[in-house]
């Protein structure tokens, strides 16, 4: 990667509807070739797809909660994940260092919705214990950037 593909990547995290003649005016380079370097970016994986990003408190999903899930003995990350796939308020789930075996974010529609998806959570038979933080806003979020900070 060069200093023009961090470019198109930024340009592609400011807003990925953007069209490739709008980038390539930006960046400097013609619609065509900016879409053999998105194309690249796309098959080395630098670049995983396009999505929308949407507000989940307006589909119902505004309660949320960081969970650390202590295992019973030596839990492998895999069965971590399996148990944790059939959980539909699991967002994204994480191992970590330190006592605890895992993160996990959680949303729900409300705090009895969250209250269930943690029993059903704790219920897992690898789980011994969990530390639940319910989140009361969220102050800052960013996309990653396309460059890191030096």
């Not at 003649?21 to 930006?26: D, F, K, L, Q």
């Not at 080395?44 to 949320?64: I, N, S």
């Not at 075996?101 to 690898?126: K, N």
């Amino acid at each position: 990667m060069d200093t023009i593909d961090h470019r198109i990547i930024s340009c592609l995290v400011a807003n990925a509807r953007s069209s490739y003649a709008e980038i390539g005016s930006s960046v400097g380079l013609s619609a065509p070739a900016v879409k053999r370097r998105v194309d690249k970016l796309l098959d080395t994986g630098v670049l995983r797809g396009f999505t929308a990003v949407v507000d989940p408190e307006a589909l119902g999903w505004g309660t949320e909660a960081f969970v650390e899930v202590h295992g019973q003995g030596n839990v492998t990350p895999g069965k971590i994940r399996a148990g944790l796939e059939s959980l539909p308020e699991v967002v994204a789930a994480y191992t970590v260092s330190g006592s605890a075996d895992a993160i996990v974010h959680l949303r729900a529609g409300d705090i009895h919705h969250l209250e269930t998806a943690l029993e059903r959570l704790r219920a897992l038979d690898f789980v011994d214990r969990t530390v639940s933080t319910v989140i009361l806003s969220t102050l800052l979020e960013r996309p990653p950037a396309p460059e890191p900070p030096r």
